[in-house]
C-alpha cells in the first residue's frame, strides 16, 4: 500500500533554511488524483497545514508562511520536498508529509512525522 | 482565513459512555469537513470525511454530522484505544485544523 515517509535534519540553526524531503513508496505521485502537502504541529500544540503541490509542480501556499516557504516535487525520484528559509524557534516542529484528494480535503495517507528541532 | 474552535478542548469519560465533541467554524463551510484521530508520537488519522462520511476501516462507533458552521463527532461507546486528541479540519478555503479535543478515561 502506499507509504510515505519524511527525511532531513533534524537539528537546524536560527536564520537557516530548514529541508525536508518526503519519499513516496508503493504508488506514484504522478497521480492525477491527488496533492501531496506538508502539515506541522510544534510540541504539545495543534496541527498547521503549510503547503501543498501536485505532480505538474502547482503549489499553493499557507499565508502565514508563504514568503519563507517553497515546495517542490522529483516525479523521477517520486518524492517531493520542503523548504522553510529564516527559521527561529517557533519553527521546531514535527513535520508530516501527507496526501490529500484534487478534489476534496481529506489528509488520508499520512507519513510518520519527523521532529526538526531549531536550535543553535 | 477560516477559524476553527473545538469544545471541550479535552474530556473525561468512561468506557461505553457517548462521547460528543463540537466544532464551529467562523464562516460557512458547508459539508467541508473532516475528523480525524491522534494518538501520541503517532500521526494523525482520517476518521471522518466530508461532515458525516465514515473512511475505509474505521468502526462504526465514531460518527459525525454538521452543515454550514457547526459540526459534531460522536463516539457512541468509549472503548479504551479511542484514547487519543480528536481534530476538526476545514477545506473550504486551504486548510485549517481546530486545537483538539484531548479525550482520556474517567
Known amino acids: 500500500q502506499l507509504q510515505l515517509q519524511e527525511s532531513g535534519p533534524g537539528l537546524v540553526k536560527p536564520s537557516e533554511t530548514l529541508s525536508l524531503t518526503c519519499t513516496v513508496s508503493?504508488?506514484?505521485?504522478?497521480?492525477?488524483?491527488?496533492?501531496w502537502g506538508w502539515i506541522r504541529q510544534p510540541p504539545g500544540k495543534g496541527l498547521e497545514w503549510i503547503g501543498s503541490?501536485?505532480?505538474?509542480?502547482?503549489?499553493y501556499y499557507n499565508p502565514s508562511l508563504k514568503s519563507r516557504v517553497t515546495i517542490s516535487v522529483d516525479t523521477s525520484k517520486n518524492q517531493f520536498s520542503l523548504k522553510l528559509s529564516s527559521v527561529t524557534a517557533a519553527d521546531t516542529a514535527v513535520y508530516y508529509c501527507?496526501?490529500?484528494?484534487?478534489?476534496?480535503?481529506?489528509?488520508?495517507?499520512w507519513g510518520q512525522g519527523t521532529m526538526v528541532t531549531v536550535s543553535s | 482565513d477560516i477559524q476553527m474552535t473545538q469544545s471541550p478542548s479535552s474530556l473525561s469519560a468512561s468506557v461505553g459512555d457517548r462521547v460528543t465533541i463540537t466544532c464551529q467554524a467562523s464562516?460557512?463551510?458547508?459539508?467541508?469537513l473532516n475528523w480525524y484521530q491522534q494518538k501520541p508520537g503517532k500521526a494523525p488519522k482520517l476518521l471522518i470525511y466530508d461532515a458525516s462520511n465514515l473512511e475505509t476501516g474505521v468502526p462504526s462507533r465514531f460518527s459525525g454530522s454538521g452543515s454550514g458552521t457547526d459540526f459534531t463527532f460522536t463516539i457512541s461507546s468509549l472503548q479504551p484505544e479511542d484514547i487519543a486528541t480528536y481534530y476538526c479540519?476545514?477545506?473550504?478555503?486551504?486548510?485549517?485544523f481546530g486545537q483538539g479535543t484531548k479525550l482520556e478515561i474517567k
Open positions: 508503493g504508488g506514484s505521485i504522478s497521480s492525477s488524483s491527488y496533492y
Open positions: 464562516q460557512d463551510i458547508s459539508n467541508y
Open positions: 503541490i501536485y505532480y505538474s509542480g502547482s503549489t
Open positions: 479540519q476545514q477545506y473550504d478555503n486551504l486548510y485549517t
Open positions: 501527507a496526501r490529500h484528494e484534487r478534489a476534496g480535503g481529506a489528509f488520508d495517507i
